[in-house]
């Protein structure tokens, strides 16, 4: 079993930055991919950002040349860098690991990012 713990929301302006960090632990061998998503009042959780073992790396298109996603190469720690936020990056976001052959997904709690003047 994998267990992941995000860090990192809060209240940002338009314009502003803010750093998530996402703790992996237990099996962490295990881990093939680590992603960021989020999730919106009444909306699906949906995909910003994913990243292999092997470093591929994809972004959803409304975040593409503002956020950027990283990673330790053991995998324990996986991190987003958001800059221009706007608005509607408005949401709560998970981090999500793929597990084993099964790609299993476990995931963190989550952790509030708002977007507010």
């Known amino acids: 079993q994998v267990q992941l713990l995000e860090s990192g929301g809060g209240l940002v302006q338009p314009g502003g930055s803010l750093r998530l960090s996402c703790a992996a632990s237990?099996?962490?061998?295990?881990?093939?991919?680590m992603g960021w998503y989020r999730q919106a009042p009444g909306e699906q959780r949906e995909l910003v950002a994913r990243?292999?073992?092997?470093?591929?790396?994809n972004y959803a298109d409304s975040v593409k040349g503002r956020f950027t996603i990283s990673r330790l190469n053991a995998m324990n720690m996986v991190y987003l860098q958001m800059n221009s936020l706007k608005p509607e990056d408005t949401a709560v976001y998970f981090c999500?690991?793929?597990?084993?052959?099964?790609?299993?997904?476990?995931w963190g709690p989550g952790t509030q990012v708002t977007v507010s003047s």
């Open positions: 999500g690991a793929a597990v084993g052959t099964t790609s299993t997904y476990y």
């Open positions: 237990g099996n962490i061998f295990s881990i093939t991919a």
């Open positions: 990243i292999t073992r092997g470093g591929i790396i």
